[in-house]
């Protein structure tokens, strides 16, 4: 009797190690935690106003939240291969992307800018030709110097690491999305931050034809927006972020 016992309970104990258990019916966000305030870790947990956005839309759905980190260039192929719900990680909508993901509507109306150092300032694009530009790899930033500058970024992992090659002078200038490049020079004395070179917008990306989970980001997304709940993560999470560089 006993024995049959513990062999019940290691089968049980195997499935739900091997995952086959109970389905996991939690909605999954994707995104790349280096990307203040809109994702970044607080110790080891990915905190941040896309985070809040998705977990609304679990709260809206009922459903348990998770939310994991990879590279930015591996964020779109995890909702795509259905390894993830949701990818929100300041994804900026394109008509490139658009062909493989369907985007909500947008939540922030944002765009990239030039970061610089003071001692060689930045007045004008034509400026960027022929230069070591470093970006976050498989971002906007790498798109505008493929297709407007017709050349090859220094592919970074993140805006951060972009900006200590620029610090340490391995590139000329940096290319990144206008909120982590505020926070990666808060506190340099000797960088700087050009008007904006784009006009963006972010929005959650989700497998493609999936109307309901669709409607339930926009839902959600319109009342944050209304409540002036967005508005207000987006000052907790810049404040938040901006502190953890003081340290
Ligand atoms: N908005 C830019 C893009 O969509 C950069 C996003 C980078 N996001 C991140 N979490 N690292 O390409």
């Known amino acids: 009797m006993k024995i049959l016992k513990m062999l019940a309970c290691a089968a049980v104990a195997a499935v739900a190690l091997s995952g086959c258990g109970p389905k996991d019916n ?3 966000m994707i995104t790349e935690a280096t990307f203040p305030p809109y994702e970044f870790l607080r110790g080891q947990e990915v905190v941040g106003i896309d985070v809040e956005i998705c977990r609304a839309v679990a709260r809206k759905l009922n459903r348990p939240f998770k939310a994991e980190t990879v590279d930015f ?3 779109i192929p995890a909702v795509i291969s259905g390894k993830a719900d949701l990818a929100a990680a300041g994804i900026t ?3 490139d992307r658009k ?3 369907d985007f909500s509507i947008p939540y922030v109306k944002t765009g990239i800018v ?3 150092k003071k001692a060689s300032p930045f007045t004008d694009a034509a400026q960027l030709k022929g230069k070591k530009i470093g970006v976050q790899s498989g971002t906007t930033s790498e798109t505008y110097v493929l297709e407007q500058l017709k050349q090859e970024p220094e592919r970074c992992k993140s805006p951060a690491e972009a900006v200590a090659a620029l610090k340490a002078g391995r590139v000329d200038f940096v290319i990144s999305d206008i909120d982590p490049a505020k926070n990666c020079v808060k506190g340099e ?3 700087a ?3 904006f070179i784009t006009s963006e917008e972010y929005a959650v990306a989700i497998r493609k034809g999936q109307p ?3 409607k339930a980001i926009d839902e959600t997304i319109a009342e944050l927006k209304k409540s002036g709940q967005l508005a207000k993560w987006i000052r907790q999470f810049t404040e938040e972020s901006d502190k953890l560089k003081d340290k």
Do not use: Y
């Open 73 to 75: 260039d591996s964020v």
């Open 189 to 191: 004395a000797d960088l």
């Open 114 to 116: 030039v970061i610089f």
């Open 93 to 95: 909508v394109t008509e």
């Open 99 to 101: 062909k493989n993901v």
């Open 26 to 28: 939690s909605l999954k």
């Open 212 to 214: 309901e989970l669709l």
């Open 193 to 195: 931050l050009s008007d």
